[in-house]
């Protein structure tokens, strides 16, 4: 089974009931809805035709809404487009006919420009492709020179370079768009260009308002979010490292060792990790990925990260299917490299609540005792994110009977979510119906050694407290039995 998750994002090419179902069928784990582009009755029918798919297979399928953030855009060209030149002078003026843009000069859409930066600074314009040195600032104009040339069309994406740009992370529209990640009941809503932990609490604090209660990813994609990343990983549930606007802003070649450092200091800290951009992106127009793009999803993998992300690859790529299968692959065959299945992961750590202290002794003892299978009975699904933080190829479980639980848990690594209705408070038979459960989908087998944890009292948040070991078949209160519980 693969432990490592799929987003694919959602777009035209994927509006078609029977690409949705073979997207189901190649391991889709989670889709994602990209707010900067499309209508709200378009997220609204493509959110509930990837659930109403996903029942009609037996799977669940979390649903991950992308804020489209303060995205810096210059204006609208004349033409559509020119062609800039090096050593050619070309002036930014946030006055300028928002349609009147030439090759000498052009609007923009952010109106603080000016205040943002000085001279010596440089500018990226359309991901790094065309770059700018501020020559001047004069009013409402930014006159710059033309350092690396080439075609700009409209309303083209503009970094600074090392960061600095003040605008807020929560726009009119982000706003707008929260209450209808709350209305569509996401299971997770990624922030875009945070710069710092309140930026993210804000976010919480208009989802909650709107009666949301999705997880918070933190996309990583400003050089100032780097200067703040303990606390903005702190307060969010995951973080996404967006690759292609923090590699104009750091520079490409910062890109690896700043990845797989956030992937580490993510699982540190208990927090999901997403990677993501450009990570198959030769798949929007090929049957069949690069090699350098198999290398760069594999990698990713052994690093650690929970989940490796599509974008325009199912969005609005011809082989929506075949780039979830690819990536698919790809992470199969790096999850049995043993670096991906042991852990030395905390160690040495002091763990401040029971169920944490369940979940790691957990782990431990699934790897170095041979079980095949963790069942996790869980309400708020906690126990199983720390258990995903340690490298295992053993299965977890997630028994639960909150769906929204369950989706939740589609994001986690290694974790599966389970359909499970507490029936009765006698640990004897919620543990055989719990192993009958794994039985009936076929995930142990007589003779199997299984680890069940749970909480003496049921259906409270929090409350795992006991870790048990059973071997399938056998009856589970005899002495046989090993049992840890703290009371």
């Not at 799929?6 to 994602?32: F, N, Q, Y």
């Not at 990813?217 to 702190?234: F, H, P, T």
């Not at 299965?395 to 499970?420: N, Q």
Request: hydrophobic share 40%; aromatic share 4%; glycine share 8%.
């Amino acid at each position: 089974m693969r432990r490592t998750k799929i987003i694919a994002t959602l777009g035209p090419a994927t509006d078609d009931p029977k690409i949705m179902d073979r997207m189901i069928e190649a391991g889709v784990d989670v889709v994602r809805i990209n707010f900067s582009h499309g209508t709200h009755a378009e997220h609204q029918e493509r959110a509930e035709k990837v659930r109403n798919r996903a029942r009609a297979h037996g799977r669940q399928v979390g649903v991950l809404c992308d804020l489209q953030g303060p995205k810096i855009r210059i204006e609208r060209f004349r033409e559509g487009k020119v062609v800039l030149h090096e050593g050619d002078t070309f002036i930014l003026d946030t006055a300028w006919d928002p349609d009147g843009g030439t090759a000498e000069r052009v609007g923009m859409a952010y109106k603080s420009l000016p205040e943002d930066v000085s001279r010596g600074d440089t500018l990226l314009l359309d991901d790094g492709r065309i770059v700018l040195w501020v020559d001047s600032v004069e009013g409402t104009e930014v006159i710059c020179r033309v350092v690396v040339g080439g075609e700009l069309s409209d309303r083209k994406g503009l970094n600074r370079q090392g960061g600095g740009l003040s605008a807020p992370a929560l726009t009119h529209k982000d706003r707008e768009d929260i209450r209808m990640a709350a209305t569509m009941q996401a299971d997770y809503l990624a922030v875009s260009f945070p710069r710092n932990a309140e930026d993210i609490h804000e976010a919480r604090r208009l989802l909650t308002e709107a009666g949301g209660h999705a997880g918070i990813i933190a996309k990583i994609e400003r050089a100032d979010a780097l200067q703040n990343i303990d606390e903005i990983i702190e307060a969010s549930d995951a973080i996404m490292i967006a690759r292609g606007d923090l590699g104009v802003e750091i520079g490409d070649a910062a890109l690896p060792p700043v990845q797989k450092s956030l992937i580490k200091q993510a699982r540190d800290m208990n927090r999901v990790v997403i990677t993501a951009t450009q990570m198959m992106e030769s798949m929007i127009s090929s049957p069949i990925p690069t090699r350098a793009e198999v290398f760069d999803v594999a990698n990713a993998v052994l690093d650690g990260t929970d989940a490796v992300m599509l974008s325009a690859e199912t969005a609005t790529g011809m082989f929506p299917d075949k780039a979830i299968g690819a990536m698919d692959r790809v992470c199969l065959e790096a999850e049995k490299q043993r670096v991906a299945t042991h852990s030395h992961h905390r160690i040495d750590t002091v763990f401040k609540r029971i169920d944490e202290a369940i979940a790691m002794a957990t782990m431990y003892t699934a790897n170095h005792l041979g079980v095949k299978a963790i069942a996790a009975l869980t309400e708020s699904g906690s126990t199983t994110l720390w258990m995903s933080r340690i490298s295992s190829g053993i299965p977890i479980y997630a028994l639960t009977r909150h769906v929204e639980t369950r989706r939740k848990v589609t994001l986690y690594r290694g974790v599966y979510p389970v359909s499970f209705e507490e029936t009765t408070k006698d640990h004897a038979v919620l543990n055989k119906e719990a192993i009958d459960e794994l039985l009936r989908r076929g995930a142990v087998r007589e003779g199997d050694l299984v680890i069940i944890t749970k909480g003496d009292l049921t259906g409270v948040m929090g409350g795992t407290n006991a870790m048990k070991i059973v071997r399938v078949g056998e009856l589970l209160n005899t002495e046989e039995d090993i049992e840890s519980r703290v009371d």
